[in-house]
């Protein structure tokens, strides 16, 4: 261990010293010097050569400082130096480098005027005290010392720290080692202030980066319990914090409730929900700025949550001019957080606002969706009800019927309404519209159809009667195309009257044709009058009725399947029964379609003339 006493090679000579120097200081009641100007010694000249190059090398603090010392103990041999700065917000001064200091005095926070130490900075003159227990102001933290030299680190008349030598040697520091440091003071300093400038635009600029690059992830999170998780360890990125909550405002019971909170390290949640009126984050509610607490020990308004809490932060959070919440940061350090700290999540909490309420509404949206998913699905099951069970069972005639929606239900009907043992209505329509709404007006049209079927009128009657029905009960922008035709199985016939529906196809002796009925849509005209046709068919023959979703259904090259190909379809397959023609004609079309989702609903139903009676198979 090097000896306490200096060396002949590092200690100045003595006789090449001038004592007539003019120096920034009030000299202490150990040694006064006298007022005169300095001439430089080589030694002297040298060492500030060095220490210029050494000062004008980096602009890293730390660097800077150990450098610093390493240079000053070239021409002092100490075994304790520190270099303190001072805090402009709490007005004390803090070691930022030191060697040989117990780990007691480098967490001292020296008052102004207290101490050697907050007297040079409060009078901004170096001191050289010779005994220090001769002095009444020393603060006694290593007993061993004996002596001690201070000197203000000054720039543009601002004072930012000391410098600060100790020895355990009463006498131990020369008028000329207090000489050498002062002249050497305002270039430290400079050096010391533009590297905490470097230091602090650096930090801002990797703030500034860390802060876009979280707002671009926190856009992307829309599930909230995973966006606050996500807010709490980003934040971590820019303060090193021991206690995070996010505490959301509950309008309704007028408290904050607590949606996430960390406790060194650990997920915790508070047990009490908040009064708005209470706290630091009642402050920073009502006066909608960030309320920055260096001690919360010293604050009235503080409440107490944890125990531990020294420093404290509270950032309300703003969106659209309404606070929805606080972002609550504490620490265990006293004066923990700075006004960097608080200008950067002052920002950072705009963004945050809007994430956390673009979550809410997505997760509102997300459950409305759901009781909306059960809606329809209840819906659906009541649709399918509504669907005739059973196919009707004559003797020279087979029924099928297939039918897809294209949302969760959908506006096509179809229905068989028994007039007698001999003849059957044909219903296939087509509302206006998707979904629930859709849905609901195919069952009243369905409800009104079955209340209609009882007086077995013509196809031509049935239409009529029904859009007569519709007009009482007429809804904007609501109606129903539909194809109408009665079976008579006695002399195999059948009647067609159409409403604005998709024209039948008619399969008889291999050829297949369109039957050309036309009509205006129910519920759109009053008094409309329909065209009836009547087709006399023969065994193997095939009416095959559909709605507007078969052609109209695309692929994803936007194609249309068309009349033309399913003209196709049912010349191959007419052989068939009812029940192969028409899943035949389905899966054709969904094969077509490939991975696109159908737009409309999809319905076919398919009558075949029999010469004896029907399989027994539905």
């Known amino acids: 261990m090097k000896k306490d006493v200096p060396s002949a090679e590092s200690r100045p000579d003595e006789s090449k010293v001038t004592h007539a120097f003019e120096g920034d200081y009030r000299p202490s009641s150990d040694l006064a010097l006298p007022s005169a100007h300095v001439r430089l010694e080589p030694m002297q000249s040298e060492f500030l050569l060095r220490l210029t190059d050494a000062l004008n090398t980096t602009l890293d603090l730390q660097t800077l400082m150990h450098r610093t010392a390493g240079l000053v103990r070239a021409v002092i041999d100490y075994r304790i130096f520190a270099i303190l700065l001072l805090n402009d917000r709490t007005n004390d001064l803090r070691m930022r480098f030191q060697i040989g200091h117990t780990a007691e005095a480098e967490r001292l926070r020296i008052k102004m005027g207290k101490g050697i130490v907050g007297q040079v900075a409060e009078s901004r003159h170096a001191m050289l005290i010779n005994d220090v227990h001769g002095n009444e102001n020393y603060i006694n933290v290593n007993p061993a010392v004996r002596s001690e030299l201070a000197v203000p680190l000054i720039v543009k008349n601002r004072l930012i720290g000391v410098i600060d030598i100790q020895s355990e040697q009463p006498d131990y520091f020369k008028p000329e080692h207090l000489q050498l440091l002062t002249l050497t003071a305002s270039r430290i300093a400079q050096s010391i202030e533009n590297a905490r400038l470097y230091t602090r635009v650096a930090r801002q600029a990797q703030t500034l980066s860390v802060m876009n690059e979280i707002s671009r992830e926190l856009t992307s999170i829309l599930d909230l319990d995973t966006l606050l998780e996500r807010i709490g360890q980003l934040l971590r990125r820019l303060i090193d914090y021991h206690m995070f909550t ?113 979550a809410r509404l997505y997760q509102r949206i997300a459950q409305q969706e759901q009781r909306l998913e059960h809606d329809l699905a209840m819906a659906r099951e009541v649709q399918l009800r509504l669907l005739p069970p059973t196919r009707p069972r004559h003797t020279h005639a087979e029924f099928a019927a297939k039918f897809l929606a294209a949302r969760t239900i959908g506006g096509d009907l179809y229905d068989f309404l028994p007039f007698d043992p001999c003849c059957t209505g044909i219903v296939l329509g087509d509302v206006s519209g998707k979904a629930a709404a859709a849905a609901l007006y195919a069952a009243v049209v369905s409800g009104v159809i079955r209340s209609l079927a009882t007086a077995s009128m013509s196809a031509s009657a049935m239409l009529e009667a029904l859009n007569d029905a519709l007009q009482e009960r007429r809804l904007d922008s609501q109606y129903v195309a539909m194809v109408y035709a009665v079976w008579n199985d006695t002399n195999q016939t059948l009647q067609i009257a159409n409403a604005g529906a998709t024209q039948p196809l008619f399969c008889s002796g291999g050829a297949v044709e369109t039957v050309r009925a036309e009509g205006f849509p129910l519920g759109m005209f009053p008094e409309a009058k329909y065209e009836e046709f009547s087709l006399a068919t023969r065994p193997g023959d095939s009416i095959i009725f559909f709605s507007d979703g078969i052609p109209d259904a695309q692929n994803a090259a936007g194609e249309m399947f068309g009349d033309e190909l399913l003209m196709k379809v049912v010349t191959e397959n007419q052989h068939k029964s009812a029940s192969e023609l028409a899943e035949t004609i389905l899966d054709e079309v969904t094969k077509f379609q490939g991975d696109v989702d159908r737009f409309d609903d999809e319905t076919v139903v398919v009558l075949r003339v029999l010469e004896g009676p029907p399989p027994q198979s539905d």
């Not at 904050?256 to 060194?264: D, H, N, P």
């Not at 997920?267 to 260096?294: F, H, M, Q, S």
């Open 246 to 358: 996010i505490w959301l405002v509950n309008e309704r019971d007028q408290v904050l409730e607590s949606q996430y909170g960390v406790r060194f390290g650990e997920r915790y949640t508070p047990d009490e929900r908040v009064p708005l009126d209470r706290g630091l984050v009642n402050v920073a509610i009502r006066e909608r700025r960030a309320v920055l607490v260096g001690d919360v020990r010293k604050d009235p308004r503080y409440h107490l949550v944890n125990p531990e809490t020294r420093s404290e932060m509270a950032v309300p959070l703003i969106y659209k001019n309404k606070v929805i919440g606080v972002l609550d940061i504490e620490h265990t350090r006293a004066y923990y957080f700075n006004e960097d700290h608080e200008r950067a999540i002052t920002t950072l909490a705009a963004q945050i606002a809007i994430s956390i309420e673009n």
